[in-house]
């Protein structure tokens, strides 16, 4: 029998903690941490991939397109393309130019597409034969 690496574990753990603070961010209208928090539970989630698929402390990035190549992960086009806006929000939500710029471009029906696609992914990646050991 098979066991999860206690590192991969850890990344899925961290992964339901930051889901879980999206929801509250949501909750208190903070919609930008809504985003960058649905960022970083992608990040995890393919983290924990790749820690159980090499056996190594993943590469220290928040490029999920180089995370998805490393694990060789094959997403259905629009998961695909949801990766890809959410791998170039990374930045913006990080670093904001213009904080009332980005407020107005992320607005609540955004954020919770956004949240909502997150959870979807991450559900889906989690169901990876890798992880479902």
Not at 18 to 33: G, N, P, S, V, W
Not at 73 to 95: A, H, Q
């Amino acid at each position: 029998m098979y066991i999860m690496l206690k590192e991969t574990n850890n990344w899925l753990k961290m992964v339901d903690y930051d889901l879980k603070t999206a929801e509250h961010m949501f909750e208190t209208k903070r919609y930008i941490y809504v985003i960058f928090l649905c960022h970083l539970a992608i990040e995890k989630t393919l983290k924990a991939l790749v820690s159980e698929e090499t056996k190594k402390f993943p590469p220290k990035t928040h490029n999920l397109m180089y995370l998805t190549n490393v694990v060789k992960i094959t997403f259905e086009k629009n998961f695909l393309d949801f990766i890809g806006i959410m791998n170039n929000v990374s930045i913006v939500t990080r670093y904001p130019e213009d904080i009332s710029k980005l407020v107005k471009y992320y607005p609540k029906n955004t954020a919770k597409e956004y949240l909502n696609k997150t959870k979807e992914i991450i559900s889906w990646i989690k169901k990876d034969k890798r992880l479902e050991k």
